[in-house]
T-cell receptor, first 113, second 116 residues
């Protein structure tokens, strides 16, 4: 069965600090990878996704993620966070067979101004 | 872009009653929708996959008789929590897959269910 691990439960940063959130997945086949953000009181929004091609994926709001197949990882990065990035971040995978997204436990990011 | 509308956003019901949550795809047809449950400060747990015109596929550990899913049209899926109990209190989110090759998932805004 697929599973997704997010290593950081709660990350606290100051504005302008760099961010990296870890994500590893477990699945024997080919997967598609996603990062979602959930701002307080709002629904999930897609930050970026990886299907194939360049393993460095750029998303919205200055986020990017790198797919490292050998490490089964898809870490999310942002060079300089803002207070408005305070939110819950979820890594998710599906197995390209049309099944549903499987989510990691999420990482709470708190950015202080 | 594709929009999924979920209703109601909040509901409080008495223990033993049933609650229906609706999930509509507003500008596209969704042959498949997904229902998730999210506990506070936790991840989204997939409950079931809803297929238009056929029975839903439930994840292991999810009681199909308690969480009734109906996907009677290409734009509407419903989740009915039957004989609700306080432990069913949670945040329920629906999702639909959109697009073909470069597909994505669109999420509803969720329903906060409180059973008292």
């Amino acid at each position: 069965a697929q599973s997704v691990s997010q290593h950081n439960h709660h990350v606290i940063l100051s504005e302008a600090a760099s961010l990296e959130l870890g994500c590893n997945y477990s699945y024997g086949g080919t997967v598609n990878l996603f990062w979602y953000v959930q701002y307080p009181g709002q629904h999930l929004q897609l930050l970026l996704k990886y299907f194939s091609g360049d393993p460095l994926v750029k998303g919205i709001k200055g986020f990017e993620a790198e797919f490292i197949k050998s490490k089964f990882s898809f870490n999310l990065r942002k060079p300089s966070v803002q207070w408005s990035d305070t939110a819950e971040y979820f890594c998710a995978v599906d197995n390209q067979a049309g099944t549903a997204l499987i989510f990691g436990k999420g990482t709470t990011l708190s950015v202080s101004s | 872009g594709a929009v999924v509308s979920q209703h109601p956003s909040r509901v409080i019901c008495k223990s033993g009653t049933s609650v229906k949550i609706e999930c509509r795809s507003l500008d596209f047809q969704a042959t498949t929708m997904f229902w998730y449950r999210q506990f506070p400060k936790q991840s989204l747990m997939l409950m079931a996959t809803s297929n238009e015109g056929s029975k839903a596929t439930y994840e292991q550990g999810v009681e199909k008789d308690k969480f009734l899913i109906n996907h009677a049209s290409l734009t509407l899926s419903t989740l009915t929590v039957t004989s609700a109990h306080p432990e069913d209190s949670s945040f329920y989110i629906c999702s639909a897959r959109t697009g073909e090759n470069n597909y994505g998932y669109t999420f509803g805004s969720g329903t906060r269910l409180t059973v008292v």
